[in-house]
T-cell receptor, first 117, second 113 residues
């Protein structure tokens, strides 16, 4: 398996523009997570899905952020409009379900480095 | 509020030396604790995982310990190599439905020749 795939790897955009980040989880994984990482705040969970359904989006900073998972093999994180403070590395992770049905070990993608000018 | 605190924030050691990274947590309920290694420009990769009943786990030159009573963990790196230069993140899972992770701020380790 190729692991979690994210695109693009780098994105530079101007303030006000729409940004769409993409993620392909590991095949067969039931859980998908979106994280944001900055030097100041470390890794923060934004939202996670179970079987394509959003379960907890309490980490989404504001209405400018939205995430979708139309099928088991694809998810997007959209920022509209983008602001300079959104500059960060965005990670997607996926996991299978353990014996108790809960999320098992999370495998992270390589991340998308977003710079908003 | 669940928290994970790591120390030191950064560390520089010479190649071949040992080092120990610390992690204190206040996460309840507790499910497991992982140490992740994150190379520059890459996503975190799990090194070890320990549940409540385990107090030590090794992965090559990496040895993690867990004291569930004091809610402390350590990661010991033996005979460090240049490739050990990375950030090491302590991550604690709760026992709730989502098995959510609480991340420490990480220790940035630099191994110099």
């Amino acid at each position: 398996d190729a692991g979690v795939i994210q695109s693009p790897r780098h994105e530079v955009t101007e303030m006000g523009q729409e940004v769409t980040l993409r993620c392909k989880p590991i095949s067969g994984h039931d859980y998908l997570f979106w994280y944001r990482q900055t030097m100041m705040r470390g890794l923060e969970l934004l939202i996670y899905f179970n079987n394509n359904v959003p379960i907890d989006d309490s980490g989404m900073p504001e209405d400018r952020f939205s995430a979708k998972m139309p099928n088991a093999s694809f998810s997007t994180l959209k920022i509209q409009p983008s602001e300079p403070r959104d500059s960060a590395v965005y990670f997607c992770a996926s996991s299978g379900a353990g014996a108790n049905g809960r999320s098992d070990e999370q495998f992270f993608g390589p991340g998308t480095r977003l710079t908003v000018l | 509020k669940n928290q994970v605190e790591q120390s030191p924030q950064s560390l520089i050691i010479l190649e071949g030396k040992n080092c120990t990274l610390q992690c204190n947590y206040t996460v309840s309920p507790f499910s497991n604790l992982r140490w992740y290694k994150q190379d520059t420009g890459r996503g975190p990769v799990s090194l070890t995982i320990m549940t409540f009943s385990e107090n030590t786990k090794s992965n090559g030159r990496y040895t993690a310990t867990l004291d569930a009573d004091t809610k402390q963990s350590s990661l010991h790196i033996t005979a460090s190599q240049l490739s050990d230069s990375a950030s090491y993140i302590c991550v604690v899972s709760d026992g709730n439905a989502g098995n959510m992770l609480t991340f420490g701020g990480g220790t940035r380790l630099m191994v110099k020749p």
